[in-house]
């Protein structure tokens, strides 16, 4: 099973960024995806996620800036972020869980990607 996060970079405040996660060795359309983040000296925190019904969930700092949304037949997983700001800044880690629904909690994730840098700076 791979999972392989791209797309992080610096932006300046009040940017755009683009993520993606390219899977394989799972059935991608049966699994439940998320992205999270992790700021140096913090925990790993869950920024969005989406259902394989598509069914997406943003946590409520991101809501309004963030979308979550799949590719099935891409077999990938995006985060599009607007207006960032520089407590976005982090290393973004895309996980996927064969959990129905979306999971707030990172060890209910089975798999993980290494992760994207996100540096929200002017």
């Known amino acids: 099973v791979q999972l392989q996060a791209f797309g992080g970079g610096l932006v300046e405040p009040g940017g755009f960024l683009r993520l993606s996660c390219a899977t394989s060795?799972?059935?991608?359309?049966?699994?439940?995806m998320a992205w999270f983040r992790q700021a140096p000296g913090k925990e790993r925190d869950f920024v969005a996620g989406?259902?394989?019904?598509?069914?997406?969930y943003c946590q409520n700092s991101v809501k309004g800036r963030f979308a979550i949304f799949r590719d099935n037949a891409e077999k990938r997983v995006y985060l599009e972020m607007n207006s960032l700001k520089p407590e976005d800044s982090a290393v973004y880690f895309c996980?996927?869980?064969?959990?129905?629904?979306?999971?707030?909690?990172?060890?209910?994730?089975?798999?993980w990607g290494q992760g994207t840098e996100v540096t929200v700076s002017s």
């Open positions: 989406i259902t394989s019904t598509a069914y997406g």
């Open positions: 996980a996927a869980t064969s959990r129905a629904s979306v999971a707030f909690s990172a060890p209910e994730y089975d798999f």
């Open positions: 060795g799972i059935t991608f359309s049966r699994y439940t």
